[in-house]
């Protein structure tokens, strides 16, 4: 298993701002992913975060709006950035389990809201 | 795009009754989980099923895996308030790609 922490867990923020989320896993792990969960909604998918190259966006989502870093195998930051109100939010992050089960552990979210 | 339909959407029950979740899809997967997210928290995985026909047990939970693994469903016996969360169900697919269900909010009462 993993733990993996994030910071902040919650904030408030004013619209057209820009907000970095912060990953922290305990151990090196190769697979690392960003979701969204918006209010009493199921998990989406934004990108795959890759160690030393750029993210992998998934449709409906991209750089310049969620620009995310992954610098080492241990740590990963999302950033929302011009934030509007439907940017409020849960945001995830999520390592995998080896052996290509796609089995994943998730962080305790980062509660956004944007006035 | 695969998707994964769960039923109900909300369930509220009391204490000691029995339940059951559908995870329902059109697409093949090479593997199912299910998670349990409770309020303010990541989802935790539960189970993980591969083999289509497939049983788990985990304590008051059963899980079974479709013999198509195309579908899947959670029974809860004799639940509790401990039980109450958003169940999901999520499907690894082609690409390797994990798509999760659209949920299942569960409340347990006294």
């Known amino acids: 298993s993993a733990v993996i922490s994030q910071k902040p867990s919650r904030d408030i923020c004013q619209r057209g701002t820009s907000l970095t989320i912060q990953c922290q896993v305990d151990?090196?792990?190769?697979?690392m992913f960003w979701y969204r969960q918006q209010p009493g909604q199921s998990l989406t998918l934004i990108a795959t975060?890759?160690?030393?190259?750029?993210?992998?966006?998934e449709s409906g989502f991209v750089i310049d709006k969620f620009p995310i870093s992954r610098p080492n195998l241990t740590f990963s930051t999302l950033t929302v950035s011009n934030m509007s109100p439907e940017d409020s939010s849960i945001y995830l992050c999520?390592?995998?389990?080896?052996?290509?089960?796609?089995?994943?552990?998730f962080g305790e979210g980062s509660r956004l809201t944007v006035l | 795009t695969q998707l994964l339909e769960q039923s109900p959407q909300f369930l509220s029950i009391q204490e000691g009754e029995n339940l059951t979740v559908y995870c329902n899809s059109s697409?093949?997967?090479?593997?199912l989980q299910w998670y349990r997210q409770e309020p303010g928290e990541g989802p935790v995985l539960l189970v993980t099923?591969?083999?289509?026909?497939e049983v788990k047990k985990l304590k008051r939970l059963t899980f079974q895996f479709g013999d198509a693994r195309k579908d899947s469903s959670l029974h809860i016996t004799a639940a509790q308030p401990g039980d109450t969360g958003l169940y999901l169900c999520a499907g690894l697919g082609t690409a390797s790609k994990l798509t999760f269900g659209t949920g299942t909010r569960l409340q347990v009462t006294l």
């Open positions: 099923v591969v083999t289509g026909g």
């Open positions: 151990s090196q792990v190769t697979m």
């Open positions: 697409s093949v997967f090479s593997s």
């Open positions: 999520s390592v995998g389990v080896s052996g290509g089960t796609g089995e994943l552990f």
């Open positions: 975060a890759n160690q030393g190259s750029e993210a992998t966006y």
